[in-house]
């Protein structure tokens, strides 16, 4: 079984920094890619960043510059570093890891349990 972990969420003032991490455990082989969404209270849950195998990363416009997602495919981690954090930014974090290969599972998705991250004015 393949479970996502994260950690690092919490309160911070506006223009402060977070760094949010997650883990994947299990009989993991293969990771395509790993990343991070959030859903705000009464919005839809959307992608603030993705990486994926090669190192290809993407960003939503909300967040370039200001948000920064890293990975280690050796320990299935992935990490997002946020700078200059905005009241909008308040949201619970998911962490996700697409296309897994772990035992006899064959590209699937996983979902982490959520973080939750309040920007305060």
């Known amino acids: 079984q393949v479970q996502l972990v994260e950690s690092g969420g919490g309160l911070v003032q506006t223009g402060g920094s977070l760094r949010l991490s997650c883990v994947a455990s299990g009989r993991i082989f293969y990771i395509d890619a790993m990343g991070w969404y959030r859903q705000a209270p009464g919005k839809q849950r959307e992608l603030v960043a993705s990486?994926?195998?090669?190192?290809?990363?993407n960003y939503a416009d909300s967040v370039k510059g200001r948000f920064t997602i890293s990975r280690d495919i050796a320990k299935n981690t992935v990490g997002l570093q946020m700078n200059s954090l905005k009241p909008e930014d308040t949201a619970i974090y998911y962490c996700n890891a697409e296309g897994v290969v772990a035992g006899p599972d064959m590209y699937q998705d996983y979902w982490g349990q959520g973080t939750q991250v309040t920007v305060s004015s």
């Open positions: 990486i994926d195998k090669d190192s290809s990363t």
